[in-house]
């Protein structure tokens, strides 16, 4: 299960196609949010669809190694997760409070 908790706040670093961010999505509440990155301008390009869709998402261009950059400042996360490669597992990580 990637969302244990649908009113928090997620960080999705490699949208890609958004496959991973539209599950999120699905299980989040009205209240949640989700974050996300990706250097790739087709992968911006359907991003910025999704975030004139639902308003709950926004995505930000660059590496997921930027995040302070696409968050608020001082937002917590309730989880985050990236893509390595199509042929290896995603990842969901918990975390228990990152401030940035
Ligand atoms: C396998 S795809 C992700 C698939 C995505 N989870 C989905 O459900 O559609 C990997 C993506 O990571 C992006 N990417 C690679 N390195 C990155 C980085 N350092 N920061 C952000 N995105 C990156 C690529 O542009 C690509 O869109």
Known sequence: MLVQ???GVFFDGTFGRGGHSRLILDSLSPT????AT???PQALAIGRALEKDDARFEI???SYADIGQALPTGQ???AFCWTWAFH???WMMP???LVL
């Open 38 to 40: 990706d250097k790739d």
């Open 88 to 90: 290896h597992p995603s």
């Open 95 to 97: 975390v228990a409070a």
């Open 32 to 35: 949640g949010r989700l974050y």
């Open 5 to 7: 908790n649908p009113d």
């Open 60 to 62: 930000v261009a660059g």
């Open 76 to 78: 917590l996360l309730d």
